[in-house]
């Protein structure tokens, strides 16, 4: 079993910036992947970035030279830096981990975008 801790998130204004990190304890072995969806009210949940266990990283085109996501082996962190935010980055984000055929989930934190 693998858990998620989230932290990060809150209210910032366009344009600004904000890190978002995510824990993972238990059975590390197995992951191979870790990264970041969000959902915003009414919408679907999409993928914003992730990085492989070889930190090989990929992006949203929505996010992409905006965000950078990157992951601390030692600490078993992975980390959303995400600069430049727009109202439309606004969502609930969650932290993910794919272990084989596995998923898992952390909490979500939200972030709001907004003047």
């Known amino acids: 079993q693998i858990q998620l801790g989230q932290k990060g998130g809150g209210l910032v204004q366009p344009g600004g910036s904000l890190r978002l990190s995510c824990q993972a304890s238990g059975t590390m072995n197995n992951i191979d992947v870790m990264g970041w969806h969000r959902q915003a009210p009414g919408k679907e949940m999409e993928f914003v970035a992730a990085i492989t266990k070889a930190h090989v990283t990929n992006y949203a085109d929505s996010v992409q030279g905006r965000f950078a996501v990157s992951l601390d082996d030692i600490e078993n962190t992975v980390y959303l830096q995400m600069n430049y935010l727009k109202p439309e980055d606004s969502a609930v984000y969650f932290c993910?981990?794919?272990?084989?055929?596995?998923?898992?989930w952390g909490q979500g934190t939200q972030v709001t975008v907004s003047s």
């Open positions: 993910a981990a794919m272990a084989g055929d596995d998923y898992y």
